[in-house]
């Protein structure tokens, strides 16, 4: 068996993956190696991101969006506030922006089509079987999920197409949420304008248990038949996924370490990640340099918030709308972004919290307590 050594392993090449890589080898001399079990890249998903705060993808999106709106019972609220804009970057173009840096590093490998069979945390290293090829490092950052999704626990699932209409249908506002009145499950539509005649949109759902692709499709077709009737269309792309809406339990080692969905990097409530995996990626590389064992600072007052919200849900499905309703309504676009970021002040979060149903989610809190 061959073996090969390098310093840190990043098992994945895919958002934290490469956003970790990127961070390591810019600011480190470590020899980095990248493993990926796919052969090559492509355009595979849409990454949508907020421009605050800034991050290096902030000048790189593919659209922009500065008016967002959101229709709750037929009642649409538009906000438009100077500075702050929802972005959206292809994948393909995420890949090659990074891979383009990656690859002009000497400290930088990248191996394609390679399945990991095992990986054994040692004290003072790692070993990754990856077939004909043994890799040793003193650290390995790993982005799989390895178990499947518990039950009885809140998971964002949906199901989304990009559509070429044959007439014009955008005017270039984002519709964030289009909540139905679905009592037994939360769902919401999500537009993407992309052009005058191309728009993304995608059936989204906050429950239990997700659902085969026939019963999106259908959600889809009868959103296309009640908003877009008459206008002939043609399907180019479609996109599916489920995210996890609670902590995923890691049995982390001090070289073995969960990255990415799997390291509970996504935001329960909302399911953004992409933020969160360049400050966490920067945490990761100050600790390196510092010579201490990589680590994530938790933030403990906004996870339970979380768990909060997401058991609130789980338990009051009927009255999602209004928990949505007054997040939006009564709060400003600043306040929802820097909440949806991670970035809200004490003030910002106890206006949120203010604006929510009071006695039911003082229930739900204490039993989550």
């Known amino acids: 068996m061959i073996e090969q050594e390098v310093d840190i392993t990043i098992i994945g090449a895919g958002v934290s993956g490469l956003i970790l890589a990127n961070e390591i080898t810019e600011r480190t001399n470590k020899k980095v190696l990248l493993l990926e079990k796919k052969k090559k890249f492509k355009f595979d998903k849409n990454l949508c991101y907020w421009s605050i705060p800034r991050n290096s993808l902030t000048d790189c999106a593919d659209n922009r969006w500065s008016e967002i709106c959101v229709l709750i019972n037929k009642n649409k609220m538009i906000y438009q506030t100077k ?4 972005l959206r970057i292809k994948s393909s173009n995420f890949y090659n922006y990074f891979l383009n840096k990656l690859n002009k590093r000497k400290n930088f490998n990248l191996l394609l089509g390679h399945s990991i069979n095992s990986v054994k945390s040692l004290d003072n290293e790692v070993i990754i079987d990856i077939g004909r090829k043994e890799v040793k490092s003193k650290i390995c950052f790993d982005s799989r999920i390895e178990n499947n999704y ?5 998971l964002q699932h949906f199901f989304g197409v990009e559509i070429i209409f044959k007439k014009k249908v955008s005017n270039n506002v984002l519709t964030l949420m289009d909540i139905q009145n679905n009592k037994k499950a939360f769902n919401f539509f999500y537009i993407l304008p992309m052009g005058e005649n191309k728009v993304f949109i995608e059936s989204t759902y906050f429950s239990q248990n997700f659902f085969k692709k026939e019963k999106y499709k259908n959600d889809i077709n009868k959103y296309l038949l009640k908003n877009y009737s008459g206008n002939e269309y043609k399907i180019k792309f479609d996109e599916f996924g489920i995210i996890p809406m609670y902590e995923l339990r890691n049995l982390d080692s001090k070289n073995h370490i969960k990255i990415g969905t799997a390291g509970n990097w996504v935001r329960q409530s909302t399911g953004y990640s992409l933020q969160n995996a360049f400050e966490n990626s920067k945490q990761i590389v100050d600790c ?6 990589p680590k994530i600072k938790k933030k403990y ?3 339970f918030l979380d768990k909060t919200f997401c058991k609130f849900l789980i338990n009051n499905p009927e009255d999602g709308i209004l928990f949505f309703d007054n997040f939006f309504r009564k709060n400003k676009l600043k306040t929802i972004v820097n909440f949806l970021t991670n970035t809200a002040s004490l003030l910002e979060l106890a206006k949120i919290i203010i604006s929510l149903p009071k006695f039911k989610l003082i229930k739900t809190a204490i039993i989550n307590k």
């Open 83 to 86: 500075g702050i804009e929802y």
């Open 150 to 154: 518990s039950k009885n626990q809140l």
């Open 288 to 293: 390196i340099i510092a010579g201490k064992t």
């Open 301 to 303: 007052f906004l996870n």
